[in-house]
């Protein structure tokens, strides 16, 4: 009796674990980098692209960043709410978000994996949170149990999250975007290119100098607070536990010594 009744839950068991295979391969097809052929692209964006603003806009702005660095979560919390107010809702510029892992890797695929495996069009508000819990999560106890409350808050089952992390076409894809990005020069994060080519910007005022030419506005970008360092200072990055540093001080160590992907 116990042997059959082991035998139907390993049946069951099996039957579940193919389930959920099937189901999160399905979801891949169209989560995990897949082609959205019925959404409209800038010239400077490739198959999988993640992107918000004006496809027609006459400025794209693709950023390469980690959700486990620490620059990169000061620039998305403090940097982009102004520069999406500023730009991309106005439709100046067409934002892309590009993947591209720092140490300790394995916390920056898990992240990845959650925001590309989740809904698609929840992409921008997984990362988001991710930048905001990104202190919480680099120094858990439980690193793991973190990851898997994303996956939660994120739509995802756990037995779904694990399986996308065993995914052999997402793991392909996410290999070859980081050997795409090494082959444009990226080497650190966040690495910035707007309209194809690679830009030291990390402050609003620094976006604006550079889209003033291509915008034809003098005052393009120079609106009240525009590049100031904001009031609220509870989500400074990691490597700034005490928030002792500005954001003019994180620019420049950004633009001197940024976080590489490890060798």
């Not at 720092?102 to 898990?110: G, H, I, K, Q, R």
């Not at 120094?139 to 409350?149: G, H, L, Q, V």
Request: glycine residues 6%; proline residues 5%; charged residues 25%.
């Amino acid at each position: 009796m116990l042997k059959k009744h082991h035998t139907d839950s390993h049946r069951r068991g099996s039957l579940m674990r193919r389930t959920v295979a099937a189901f999160v391969a399905a979801t891949l097809l169209t989560a995990c980098g897949g082609p959205d052929t019925t959404t409209p692209q800038s010239k400077y964006e490739v198959e999988g692209d993640h992107a918000v603003g004006n496809p027609d806009a006459p400025i794209t702005v693709v950023e390469y960043a980690s959700v486990v660095c620490g620059g990169c979560a000061t620039w998305y919390n403090e940097v982009y709410p102004d520069f999406k107010k500023t730009y991309i809702d106005t439709g100046k510029v067409r934002f892309v978000f590009r993947e591209f892992p720092t140490v300790p890797e394995n916390f920056a695929f898990a992240g990845f994996t959650i925001a590309n495996c989740a809904d698609r069009k929840r992409f921008f508000d997984n990362i988001s949170l991710q930048f905001k819990r990104q202190r919480a999560i680099l120094t858990s106890e439980n690193p793991r149990k973190a990851y898997e409350d994303l996956a939660k808050a994120s739509g995802l089952s756990v037995a779904e999250y694990e399986a996308c992390l065993q995914d052999e076409a997402w793991i392909d894809e996410y290999s070859a975007g980081i050997t795409a990005a090494r082959e444009q020069g990226v080497d650190s994060t966040p690495t910035f290119f707007i309209n194809g080519v690679k830009e030291r910007v990390f402050l609003l005022e620094d976006f604006a100098e550079k889209f003033r030419p291509i915008l034809g506005d003098p005052a393009a970008g120079t609106e009240a607070g525009a590049g100031e360092a904001p009031e609220n200072t509870h989500d400074r990055p990691v490597d700034d536990p005490e928030g002792t540093q500005d954001l003019e001080e994180i620019a420049e160590d950004n633009a001197i010594q940024q976080e590489s992907l490890k060798e």
